[in-house]
């Protein structure tokens, strides 16, 4: 299914998972199974009701307000979610987002108001806490999302395991059959293992305890656990972190073909317009719903906001105007009547009523010395092996002045790896990295908490970095970056992931190396920012070596794409977008062969 550019499909179409062919067995080991003995049309595993049209509310809000002391999040919230369709649920940082969707669940009480959702209806969420499932192996986990069905399986497994089976317990198991039917039992460890290997968990993996799996895959885990049995109502808060871009694609072709109601909150620009249909947009302490995916909401929202703020001055001028005549003439017997009619028209003009948005942009600018030298970089066999398993081996690549290159994997360590090793923050096992005479670099690595472990505010963190030691000079870059006034004297210890990126771009305004380095450097960021960052890239004159599970970023800059495979590194000579047209002609021929 293709979407027309700016708009996303209606998430209404059926999906029905593959399912693996019966195994023969006795009698006996056929009814203690939970896979169908012959093969039968598959239907999503959960279903016992009839399919709603579309367009019906599954979920529905009334007068939701929720502040947490004198901080309002939102106030006076009345929306209907409705049955087929995909809300992606946006706003700055701390606008509650997180929050809302937590209402939603039921997992926080507002401080007014309620959520109301029709009998017979099931909900998942996406789960945050993979410690809970720590002593399950993935393909329990996944099953386990659907809470009944799991029950009905747990509890028809203990039966058939008795050794007194009794005629009660024929009778009960006679119930529990019935229902796991119903429940289209037969198809779930086939459909649970075909989600996992989708989120790229291989078979071998589906067996491993929780706790074994590295945390890529302990997410991965949650993910299909949240997605499985096609729930009535799903919720999914920012589902596309610590995954790999071939299961961000996955997920996008997975909700475009999902029946039911998906409310999702990320910060992934392609994915939120991939597969949204409507956009809930919590700011002004309002949620507004737009009927359209994240660059029809950005659209509409620009010109919403310009009108806002034209009323807003308009509204000002306007009370000007009436103090002004109000002062003047209030005084005056021959005028009082007139000033008490502009006194009431005063009182009209609602100007608390345009509150200040929370959104806030980054103002991010590379200004890069010119490059003189043709060749930047030059890798000459290198090679890398973590714990006795390798990474890559005998990597041999020229990077030249002004190339935009990205490095993708499966395998983000591997990926992260040679960021690093490019950058000199690691050594290779084998194999040398040449630099091209007097070129500048900066680096920003995925994991840089380290960098901010020590006793400073954040301006003296960023001074450290730079040749002009003037409190002046320093503010420019943090200004940039949203921190003005005591902000900036905040300690680094107690920044946030979000507040520590921030900084680290400011470093590298500062440093306005010739080639950057960047290995994730939309994580933890919120839209806004990551949209500065891009156009500021974008806008970038020079080299540029980076790694990204954004794809809309990377789509918006590689010019050549550097693949590491379990089989080799491959060098290719094209765009991202390229890159993933050829893929998918080579996955459509591999389906059709």
Same mark, same amino acid.
């Given at each position: 299914?293709?979407?027309?550019?700016?708009?996303? !499909?209606?998430?209404?179409?059926?999906?029905?998972?593959?399912?693996?062919?019966?195994?023969?067995?006795?009698? +006996?080991?056929?009814?203690?199974?939970?896979?169908?003995?012959?093969?039968?049309?598959?239907?999503?595993?959960?279903? +016992?009701? !009839?399919?709603?049209?579309?367009? %019906?509310?599954?979920?529905? +809000?009334?007068?939701?307000?929720?502040?947490?002391?004198?901080?309002?999040?939102?106030?006076?919230?009345?929306?209907? &979610?409705?049955?087929?369709?995909?809300?992606?649920?946006?706003?700055?940082?701390?606008?509650?987002?997180?929050?809302?969707?937590?209402?939603?669940?039921? %997992?926080?009480?507002?401080?007014?108001?309620?959520?109301?959702?029709?009998?017979?209806?099931?909900?998942?969420?996406?789960?945050?806490?993979?410690?809970?499932?720590?002593?399950?192996?993935?393909?329990?986990?996944?099953?386990?999302?659907?809470?009944?069905?799991?029950?009905?399986?747990?509890?028809?497994?203990?039966?058939?395991?008795?050794?007194?089976?009794?005629?009660?317990?024929?009778?009960?198991?006679?119930?529990?059959?019935?229902?796991?039917?119903?429940?289209?039992?037969?198809?779930?460890?086939?459909?649970?293992?075909?989600?996992?290997?989708?989120?790229?968990?291989?078979?071998?993996?589906?067996?491993?305890?929780?706790?074994?799996?590295?945390?890529?895959?302990? $997410?991965?885990?949650?993910?299909?656990?949240?997605?499985?049995? %096609?729930?009535?109502?799903?919720?999914?808060?920012?589902?596309?972190?610590?995954? =790999?871009? =071939?299961?961000?694609?996955?997920?996008?072709?997975?909700?475009?073909?999902?029946?039911?109601?998906?409310?999702?909150?990320?910060?992934?620009?392609? &994915?939120?317009?991939?597969?949204?249909?409507?956009?809930?947009?919590?700011? &002004?302490?309002? $949620?507004?719903?737009?009927?359209?995916?994240?660059?029809?909401?950005?659209?509409?929202? =620009?010109?919403?906001?310009?009108?806002?703020?034209?009323?807003?001055?308009?509204?000002? %001028?306007?009370?000007?105007?009436?103090?002004?005549?109000?002062?003047? &003439?209030?005084?005056?017997?021959?005028?009082?009547?007139?000033?008490?009619?502009?006194?009431?028209?005063?009182?009209?003009?609602?100007?608390?009523?345009?509150?200040?948005?929370?959104?806030?942009? !980054?103002?991010?600018?590379?200004?890069?010395?010119?490059?003189?030298?043709?060749?930047?970089?030059?890798?000459?066999?290198?090679?890398?092996?973590?714990?006795?398993?390798?990474?890559?081996?005998?990597?041999?690549?020229?990077?030249?002045?002004?190339?935009?290159?990205?490095?993708?994997?499966?395998?983000?360590?591997?990926?992260?790896?040679?960021?690093?090793?490019?950058?000199?923050?690691?050594?290779?096992?084998?194999?040398?990295?040449?630099?091209?005479?007097?070129?500048?670099?900066?680096?920003?690595?995925?994991?840089?908490?380290?960098?901010?472990?020590?006793?400073?505010?954040?301006?003296?963190?960023?001074? #450290?970095?730079?040749?002009? #030691?003037?409190?002046?000079?320093?503010? #420019?870059?943090?200004?940039?970056?949203?921190?003005?006034?005591?902000?900036?004297?905040?300690?680094?210890?107690?920044?946030?992931?979000?507040?520590?990126?921030?900084?680290?771009?400011?470093?590298?305004?500062?440093?306005?190396?010739?080639?950057?380095?960047?290995?994730?450097?939309?994580?933890?960021?919120?839209?806004?920012?990551?949209?500065?960052?891009?156009?500021?890239?974008?806008?970038?004159?020079?080299?540029?070596?980076?790694?990204?599970?954004?794809?809309?970023?990377?789509?918006?800059?590689?010019?050549?794409?550097?693949?590491?495979?379990?089989?080799?590194?491959?060098?290719?000579?094209?765009?991202?977008?390229?890159?993933?047209?050829?893929?998918?002609?080579?996955?459509?021929?591999?389906?059709?062969?």
């Amino acid at each position: 299914m293709t979407a027309a550019k700016g708009w996303a !499909p209606i998430c209404g179409a059926g999906r029905v998972l593959a399912v693996l062919p019966g195994r023969s067995r006795s009698d +006996t080991a056929t009814l203690r199974s939970h896979r169908r003995p012959a093969a039968a049309p598959a239907q999503p595993i959960g279903t +016992t009701i !009839p399919l709603r049209l579309s367009g %019906e509310t599954v979920i529905s +809000t009334q007068g939701l307000t929720l502040q947490f002391g004198t901080q309002v999040l939102f106030e006076d919230v009345t929306l209907k &979610f409705t049955q087929g369709n995909c809300y992606g649920l946006i706003g700055p940082n701390g606008a509650g987002k997180s929050t809302f969707l937590k209402i939603l669940a039921g %997992e926080i009480e507002p401080n007014s108001g309620k959520v109301i959702i029709p009998p017979g209806l099931r909900m998942a969420v996406l789960q945050q806490d993979h410690f809970a499932y720590n002593d399950f192996d993935a393909l329990t986990t996944v099953l386990m999302g659907h809470e009944r069905l799991y029950k009905v399986m747990q509890e028809k497994d203990a039966l058939y395991a008795k050794p007194d089976f009794n005629e009660a317990d024929g009778m009960r198991t006679a119930e529990l059959e019935l229902e796991f039917g119903e429940l289209n039992g037969w198809e779930a460890e086939a459909q649970a293992g075909e989600l996992l290997g989708g989120l790229g968990i291989p078979v071998s993996r589906h067996g491993t305890l929780v706790k074994d799996l590295d945390d890529g895959d302990k $997410v991965r885990v949650l993910l299909a656990q949240a997605v499985f049995g %096609e729930p009535d109502i799903l919720l999914l808060d920012e589902p596309t972190n610590h995954l =790999e871009v =071939e299961s961000i694609l996955w997920l996008e072709e997975f909700l475009l073909t999902f029946r039911n109601t998906v409310i999702v909150v990320s910060h992934d620009r392609h &994915f939120l317009n991939k597969v949204c249909t409507h956009t809930a947009d919590i700011d &002004f302490h309002e $949620v507004q719903l737009y009927a359209g995916n994240y660059e029809f909401w950005k659209a509409a929202s =620009e010109m919403a906001l310009r009108h806002r703020n034209a009323k807003k001055t308009k509204n000002e %001028e306007r009370a000007k105007e009436l103090k002004d005549f109000i002062a003047r &003439f209030s005084a005056n017997a021959s005028k009082s009547r007139q000033a008490t009619a502009r006194k009431k028209m005063l009182g009209k003009l609602d100007l608390e009523a345009f509150r200040p948005s929370s959104r806030k942009y !980054p103002h991010v600018v590379f200004q890069p010395e010119k490059i003189h030298s043709t060749q930047m970089l030059r890798l000459d066999d290198v090679s890398k092996s973590v714990a006795g398993q390798p990474l890559f081996e005998g990597v041999n690549l020229s990077i030249q002045r002004n190339e935009r290159v990205v490095i993708v994997s499966r395998n983000s360590v591997a990926s992260s790896a040679l960021l690093e090793i490019i950058a000199g923050a690691q050594q290779p096992d084998n194999g040398s990295v040449t630099w091209g005479p007097s070129v500048t670099r900066s680096f920003l690595p995925k994991d840089y908490n380290h960098l901010f472990d020590l006793d400073a505010c954040i301006i003296d963190w960023l001074r #450290q970095y730079s040749e002009d #030691q003037s409190e002046g000079f320093i503010r #420019q870059f943090l200004g940039r970056m949203l921190f003005t006034g005591d902000e900036s004297k905040k300690s680094v210890t107690v920044l946030s992931g979000g507040e520590k990126v921030r900084c680290m771009i400011a470093r590298l305004m500062l440093e306005d190396a010739q080639c950057l380095i960047l290995d994730g450097p939309t994580n933890h960021l919120d839209l806004e920012s990551i949209t500065s960052l891009n156009n500021a890239l974008v806008k970038r004159k020079g080299t540029l070596i980076f790694g990204s599970h954004d794809v809309e970023l990377i789509e918006s800059l590689a010019e050549r794409v550097i693949e590491i495979t379990e089989g080799g590194v491959i060098d290719h000579q094209y765009s991202y977008t390229e890159f993933l047209r050829r893929r998918s002609e080579k996955l459509d021929l591999a389906v059709g062969a």
